[in-house]
């Protein structure tokens, strides 16, 4: 695992330098530390090392570059700043170092007022997502984290080897651990996907979740209400999303793509609600797989989940 690499760049089309005309990839500096409070700042975790434990289709460690790429020309809808922490690059299977140095890189972000955005990676980019948040000053011991994955697993396996399928049950250890209260939810669960002890598992936990089923467009209003529910349960939130909850005709570049998935106009509509909440404090966006890709489909549709988050995030708070 190395340090940060330095930023990489931000290319696109240029149709002026205008506030009128801005894409990301003219908003976007290198991070230093320092900045306008509240701005994005993207953090790539270059690692496939957790679907290898997993036994998934190796390629996400390019993930990052490649989520860059797809969001660079997209218009903003106003003149904002963001910038550019670089990528986390797990080498030699040192996952937990790169976990651990992801953590501090988010921790860092958070403390100085920022909205730190990390691009995986496969899902084990979680749990060093999450210590970031948890490790950061502005966790207390009265503060109760939400996590929501939207996701076709649990993520919750019993697994003695870390991988990207433990992520959110090392998580539920290490606050048990801290004696802290969160709160767990998922949305987009596959049921051929989990067998009965992850079942189990998530019922042990006290983890709220939405079997796919029922996240169709036509049930969008109960799942706005569970996310509600979950939003009025917690103080801050950690919002994950794995593109492997996506149909495979919409996310085909991921390690294990949906039979069914959960429609994009769902799970659009559940990121608008969180970025507008005023409780989101990091998002991470996992398991694009480029080298799996079809005509970049499932990266475009990840960089437009994401521009919107930004963009609506930041807009509320301004």
Same mark, same amino acid.
């Given at each position: 695992?190395?340090?940060?690499?330095?930023?990489?760049?931000?290319?696109?089309?240029?149709?002026?330098?205008?506030?009128?005309?801005?894409?990301?990839?003219?908003?976007?500096?290198?991070?230093?530390?320092?900045?306008?409070?509240?701005?994005?700042?993207?953090?790539?975790?270059?690692?496939?090392?957790?679907?290898?434990?997993?036994?998934?289709?190796?390629?996400?460690?390019?993930?990052?570059?490649?989520?860059?790429?797809?969001?660079?020309?997209?218009?903003?809808?106003?003149?904002?700043?963001?910038?550019?922490?670089? %990528?986390?690059?797990?080498?030699?299977?040192? /996952?937990?170092?790169?976990?651990? +140095?992801? @953590?501090?890189? *988010? $921790? &860092?972000?958070?403390?100085?007022?920022?909205?730190?955005?990390?691009?995986?990676?496969?899902?084990?980019?979680?749990?060093?997502?999450?210590?970031?948040?948890?490790?950061?000053?502005?966790?207390?011991?009265?503060?109760?984290?939400?996590?929501?994955?939207?996701?076709?697993?649990?993520?919750?396996?019993?697994?003695?080897?870390?991988?990207?399928?433990?992520?959110?049950?090392?998580?539920?250890?290490?606050?048990?651990?801290?004696?802290?209260?969160?709160?767990?939810?998922?949305?987009?669960?596959?049921?051929?996907?989990?067998?009965?002890?992850?079942?189990?598992?998530?019922?042990?936990?006290?983890?709220?979740?939405?079997?796919?089923?029922?996240?169709?467009?036509?049930?969008?209003?109960?799942?706005?209400?569970?996310?509600?529910?979950?939003?009025?349960?917690? %103080?801050?939130?950690?919002?994950?999303?794995? /593109?492997?909850?996506?149909?495979? +005709?919409? @996310?085909?570049? *991921? $390690? &294990?793509?949906?039979?069914?998935?959960?429609?994009?106009?769902?799970?659009?509509?559940?990121?608008?609600?969180?970025?507008?909440?005023?409780?989101?404090?990091?998002?991470?966006?996992?398991?694009?797989?480029?080298?799996?890709?079809?005509?970049?489909?499932?990266?475009?549709?990840?960089?437009?989940?994401?521009?919107?988050?930004?963009?609506?995030?930041?807009?509320?708070?301004?």
């Amino acid at each position: 695992m190395s340090a940060p690499a330095r930023a990489k760049s931000w290319t696109g089309r240029v149709d002026g330098t205008g506030p009128e005309h801005l894409r990301w990839h003219q908003a976007v500096e290198t991070y230093t530390g320092t900045g306008e409070p509240g701005a994005p700042v993207f953090i790539g975790f270059a690692s496939d090392e957790g679907v290898r434990r997993n036994k998934g289709r190796l390629g996400a460690a390019a993930g990052p570059a490649a989520l860059r790429r797809a969001l660079a020309s997209m218009a903003l809808p106003e003149a904002l700043r963001a910038y550019d922490a670089g %990528d986390i690059e797990v080498t030699d299977g040192n /996952l937990e170092g790169g976990q651990d +140095a992801l @953590a501090t890189v *988010v $921790s &860092a972000a958070l403390d100085s007022g920022h909205f730190p955005i990390v691009l995986g990676g496969g899902h084990e980019v979680a749990l060093g997502t999450y210590l970031g948040l948890a490790r950061s000053e502005q966790r207390t011991a009265a503060t109760r984290i939400g996590i929501l994955n939207l996701d076709a697993h649990f993520d919750l396996r019993p697994d003695p080897v870390p991988s990207s399928g433990t992520p959110f049950r090392q998580i539920a250890e290490w606050e048990q651990a801290q004696g802290t209260a969160w709160q767990y939810s998922v949305i987009g669960i596959s049921q051929p996907s989990n067998t009965p002890v992850l079942f189990e598992t998530a019922d042990r936990l006290g983890v709220r979740y939405m079997l796919d089923d029922y996240c169709g467009t036509g049930n969008l209003p109960s799942v706005l209400e569970f996310v509600d529910g979950f939003l009025e349960s917690v %103080d801050q939130v950690y919002l994950t999303i794995d /593109l492997d909850v996506l149909p495979a +005709a919409v @996310a085909p570049g *991921v $390690s &294990a793509p949906a039979a069914y998935g959960v429609p994009l106009e769902t799970v659009q509509a559940v990121t608008d609600h969180i970025a507008a909440s005023g409780k989101l404090a990091v998002c991470d966006v996992a398991e694009l797989n480029p080298a799996l890709d079809i005509d970049n489909r499932t990266a475009r549709t990840a960089a437009r989940l994401l521009h919107r988050i930004a963009t609506r995030r930041v807009a509320i708070t301004d």
